[in-house]
């Protein structure tokens, strides 16, 4: 990824986190922070980036030598049982899989069928995870990509019971586990949502919660191939999202 779409990207944020700011009540601590970070993210791009101190590897894993930016990418892989997603997959993991970290669903038709218009059987989707899942393990040692667990629990996770949290969290764990050597132990959420007791049962279990990392853009399987424009609409998705407070902190 070019250092021109990081400025940009960075330009962008800062102009979108100073706009909400101006939305705020008048005299906030919010408003007043927001503005800040506003600013301060497009005065760090105008002058940041402008002067070459990119250079510099304060960046450490990211920046080599003022070359590109190596981006890294979290991806949440929910459609591969898709024949033209998972050649898309393929084909992205065999450039770029020493940046990537795939997330891996268990079987959820009701969530694929409502979603994504899965019109399979739960038995043929089953036998295709399994076949692909198989796949994915022995591409992972040629192109060195990590592997995590993702689950849609709920839009508002509050209203599940603790019984249905544990369940479903030990449901994506068994599942994908067993096709890999090593032990998964991190996991991501579909919509970013989960709650107080879901972190608790996380970090009990050993497995940590990794819904977006710096220099990482986060997309799904079916979004592939990747271009600017995706780039800029999953990055302003995931702004979006910080902004209004739906990260899962309830």
Request: hydrophobic share 40%.
């Amino acid at each position: 990824m070019h250092i021109n779409l990081i400025k940009t990207n960075i330009l962008l944020y800062g102009v979108i986190i100073f706009i909400y700011a101006l939305g705020d009540v008048a005299g906030s601590q919010r408003r007043i922070n927001a503005g800040s970070i506003g600013i301060l993210l497009i005065a760090l791009s105008i002058f940041f980036f402008n002067n070459n101190i990119y250079k510099l590897y304060i960046f450490k894993n990211h920046i080599k030598k003022g070359r590109e930016l190596h981006m890294r990418y979290i991806i949440h892989v929910e459609k591969i049982y898709d024949d033209e997603v998972w050649k898309k997959l393929t084909h992205f993991l065999k450039k770029r899989g020493k940046r990537s970290y795939l997330f891996l669903m268990a079987p959820q038709p009701t969530y694929l069928k409502a979603n994504l218009g899965y019109r399979g059987s739960k038995e043929e989707l089953i036998e295709k995870l399994t076949k692909r899942y198989k796949m994915l393990a022995v591409a992972q040692s040629k192109y060195k990509f990590k592997i995590g667990l993702h689950i849609h629990l709920s839009i508002n996770p509050n209203e599940l019971s603790e019984q249905e949290k544990d369940y479903s969290i030990k449901y994506v764990y068994n599942w994908v586990n067993k096709f890999f050597e090593q032990d998964i132990n991190a996991i991501a959420f579909g919509w970013f949502k989960y709650d107080k007791y879901v972190e608790r049962l996380c970090a009990a279990n050993k497995i940590k919660i990794i819904n977006d990392q710096w220099g990482a853009i986060t997309f799904h399987d079916y979004d592939l191939p990747l271009n600017n424009i995706k780039v800029f609409e999953q990055s302003i998705r995931i702004l979006l999202r910080k902004l209004r407070g739906q990260r899962p902190r309830v």
